[in-house]
């Protein structure tokens, strides 16, 4: 079925490197996302991998996907207090006119 | 700037008085989204419509509808709001082909 988790919480210091995990169950997935939610907000969209790739880089931002395991994590360099949030990991699947499954979000807390 | 604008922002609503709640983009986008995300919750998709094609989530209860009288506006209703429907709202936009769904901020609801 489709099923996509996450841990609930992490905390880190500033200038330290963030992973944030997620797992899926579905094999079908197309496309993987991470989205970001701010307090009182919406979702921003950080980057996206397609099922096809295993490593996706944006900036700070370091994506890998373990197809085999449907394992994905988001690798944050230099966590700064401004990326203090909720992270979702969210996939889409072959075929379904790109609803987003969600996580259940992962909060990041950064110290000073 | 490109966008998608939700409004309102905040709304209160009466135990069972419909409340309508209205999404619009600048983004010419065709495929239109409607999440609902509870308190600590993952967002998770009600309908959505391709062009002016409604497609409905087999959980979504009825009392939730929705209408797109263009492709630039895309409205929900919710008939007679219960305590349970209270939740934040997130409309979302994408192109088809594409792989990105952009969110709206929001529109927190509250049912007294």
């Known amino acids: 079925g489709e099923d996509v988790e996450q841990s609930l919480f992490l905390s880190v210091r500033e200038g330290d490197s963030s992973v944030i995990n997620c797992t899926y169950t579905?094999?079908?997935?197309?496309?993987l996302y991470w989205y970001k939610q701010e307090p009182g907000a919406g979702l921003q969209l950080l980057t996206y991998?397609?099922?096809?790739?295993d490593m996706k880089q944006d900036q700070r931002l370091t994506v890998l996907l373990n197809k085999k395991d449907k394992h994905l994590s988001l690798r944050i360099a230099d966590t700064q207090t401004g990326d203090s949030a909720i992270y979702f990991c969210?996939?889409?699947?072959?075929?379904?006119?790109?609803?987003?499954?969600f996580g259940q979000g992962t909060t990041l807390q950064v110290k000073p | 700037d490109a966008m998608v604008i939700q409004n309102p922002r905040y709304q209160v609503t009466q135990f069972g008085k419909p409340v309508t709640l209205s999404c619009s983009q600048t983004?010419?986008?065709?495929?239109m989204y409607w999440y609902q995300q509870k308190s600590s919750q993952a967002p998770k998709l009600l309908f959505h419509?391709?062009?002016?094609?409604?497609?409905n989530e087999a959980d979504t209860p009825d009392n939730f509808q929705s209408r797109r009288p263009n492709t630039s506006f895309c409205f929900l209703d919710i008939r007679s709001p219960g305590l349970g429907d209270a939740a934040m709202y997130l409309c979302?936009?994408?192109?088809?082909?594409?792989?990105?769904?952009?969110f709206g901020p929001g529109t927190r609801l509250t049912v007294t």
């Open positions: 991998i397609f099922s096809n790739m």
């Open positions: 579905d094999s079908s997935s197309t496309y």
């Open positions: 983004l010419n986008h065709n495929v």
């Open positions: 969210a996939e889409t699947l072959a075929g379904n006119t790109g609803k987003l499954i």
């Open positions: 979302a936009t994408s192109s088809v082909g594409r792989n990105e769904q952009y």
């Open positions: 419509y391709y062009d002016k094609d409604f497609n």
